[in-house]
């Protein structure tokens, strides 16, 4: 008796956490509503990859008003050693950032398989990262690094432990087709941006302002 009282409690609390996910998505894509109302300034993530990734978000870094999106955490991957000069140099003048290391999801090569099981070590040791900064955006353009920081961003707002909006930008390489990581985030981001006009017709939810990176 005790333990079909367990069961049926476990099957209600699960039941209640399918349809808050279904829903969440369903207000995101469909209903489109991402407002964010905040009386200062937003507590900001940035998702940095490497090489060209981190590149075109710190060109975006460079026209945010810094005095609304502070504090701001930096992610990267724990053996990304250039992206961490790079960010210095774009944060010289600023003092309100930190940086916080993950492991990365994929490295260069790495099987998919294997890949499974380093993305699921990533996202774990990604959540107090989120839980304890308790962003109010994340700002992300395609690197794997992002992919945990997103998914655990979205399960903790479908807990009701975060309300946090999630932007992504798509590469500017991408001309034709969306990344991996936009394939998957197009589902639960707040916001898709593409920058070629032609990915509006690949991502039913994109939105196109030019060439922002």
């Not at 998505?25 to 109302?37: A, D, F, P, Q, S």
């Not at 990859?49 to 060109?59: K, N």
């Not at 999630?166 to 941006?193: H, M, N, P, W, Y």
Request: net charge positive; with cysteine; charged share 20%.
């Amino acid at each position: 008796m005790a333990l079909e009282i367990v069961g049926a409690i476990l099957f209600t609390i699960l039941l209640a956490f399918l349809l808050r996910v279904l829903y969440l998505i369903y207000e995101i894509t469909i209903v489109n509503k991402c407002e964010l109302t905040r009386p200062k300034s937003l507590r900001t993530i940035l998702c940095i990859g490497s090489g060209g990734h981190t590149t075109e978000l710190l060109r975006l870094v460079k026209n945010l008003n810094k005095k609304k999106y502070q504090p701001r955490v930096y992610i990267l991957a724990d053996n990304d050693v250039s992206s961490e000069v790079k960010i210095h140099e774009t944060e010289k003048e600023q003092s309100d950032y930190t940086l916080s290391r993950i492991p990365r999801s994929r490295n260069v090569q790495q099987s998919y398989f294997s890949s499974v099981i380093s993305t699921l070590y990533a996202t774990l040791c990604t959540l107090p990262v989120i839980y304890n900064f308790k962003p109010d955006v994340i700002f992300c353009n395609g690197p794997g690094t992002c992919i945990p920081v997103c998914v655990v961003a979205f399960l903790l707002r479908c807990l009701y432990l975060l309300d946090c909006r999630i932007v992504f930008i798509e590469s500017i390489c991408r001309v034709r087709t969306l990344s991996l990581t936009g394939k998957i985030l197009q589902f639960f981001a707040d916001i898709v941006v593409v920058q070629w006009p032609q990915l509006r017709d690949v991502c039913f939810r994109a939105k196109y302002f030019g060439r922002l990176t």
